[in-house]
Structures are given as C-alpha cells and as structure tokens.
C-alpha cells in the first residue's frame, strides 16, 4: 500500500498541516489561466488540494473543469468555498484509476505529493488521461526537497527523463513569477501529448 495514502493527507488537511497551500492560485498558473480563451476546455486538476486554481477558472466563465483528490476533506473545502460547482466534478479517488480524457491537465504539486517510484506511471497516466493534443501544464519543483516524506523533487534532467517518451516540451524553464519562498525553485512546464 502508497505510504502516502488517503489516510495520510486527510490527517494533513485535519492538522492544518498543509505547507504547500497557497490560498490563492499560483502565481504562474494564473497567468497562463488569463491567456485561454477557450472557456470549452475540459480541464482536470489532480490532487488537486484545495484546487484555488479550479476555483479561479469556475468564477471565469469555464464550465468544465474536474477535480481528483485522493481525500475528501479538500474536495470538502471546495464544495464550501463553491456551492455552485458541480458536485459530480469534485471526485474523490486515485488519479491512477481515472480514466476520462481532457484537454488540459493543470499540475499544481502533485508530483511532488507522489512517491518517487511512481514518476514513470505519473507521466504514462497523464499521457493517456489527455485527449490527441492535449496538454499538461504547470509546475515543478527543482530543489532538493525531501527523500523520506513529500514534498518530493526532481532535477530538470530527471524531469526531461520522465516526460520525453510521452510529450513534445513547448515549454520547461524557470518560473520567473513564484513566490518569494519557491523563487528559482520552480520550472514552468506546457508539454503536449505526443501521438502513440
């Protein structure tokens, strides 16, 4: 069984234990938000958390957006924050056993939430959750973070490691719009789904 299970981040939710909350959309999704135009998208955000960015798409207009969480108290969250969003949207369950395919993903410290023995399988889940053309888009973390509990980080060569056998890069460079904590800690990626 994941070490880091359902059990594992319900209790962090309950404890206020969640250090990688910002409150608020990241700096670098919401910009990249404020460019689509397409309010059509389907749009998944896994482990989503408490999902500010599902949260700041819902109150710009776009309608179909899910969120995965491997916990309900986040799911919980949202629900109080946004009473109007669609309950059937708000999936508790594990992004593994996911099977719709969407236009965009949005990754939003996921990957870092997941054991490094499941890198390949993240990358290989997200390729098959991703319509033809699809994209994955978000942030990483680069700095050496934890090897024993999550947060969880890779380097740039790790990271084109994992990704190129699924995805074309359009994007992978350093943020230069994080938060003074995450400063030259995060790469922003846009990779899009690369034909079987």
Request: hydrophobic residues 40%.
């Amino acid at each position: 069984m994941n070490q880091f299970d359902k059990n594992f981040w319900t209790e962090r939710y309950k404890n206020n234990e969640a250090g990688w909350d910002l409150g608020a959309p990241s700096a670098p999704l919401k910009e990249y938000i404020d460019q689509l135009d397409n309010k059509t998208l389907s749009i998944l955000i896994p482990g989503a958390g408490n999902a500010y960015e599902a949260e700041y798409l819902f109150n710009k207009g776009f309608n179909d957006i899910t969120v995965i969480d491997i916990s309900a108290e986040p799911l919980k969250n949202i629900q109080k924050r946004l009473p109007d969003f669609p309950k059937e949207k708000l999936i508790m369950g594990d992004f593994f056993d996911h099977k719709i395919q969407y236009d965009l993903i949005l990754e939003q410290t996921f990957f870092c939430a997941l054991h490094p023995s499941l890198r390949i399988s993240y990358a290989e889940q997200m390729h098959k959750l991703l319509k033809p053309s699809g994209k994955l888009v978000g942030v990483l973390f680069t700095a050496p973070l934890n090897t024993e509990t999550p947060p969880f980080a890779a380097s740039i060569e790790e990271y084109i490691a994992f990704f190129t056998p699924k995805f074309n890069f359009k994007v992978l460079e350093s943020c230069y719009n994080s938060i003074k904590p995450r400063a030259g800690r995060e790469l922003f990626i846009n990779f899009e789904k690369k034909y079987s």
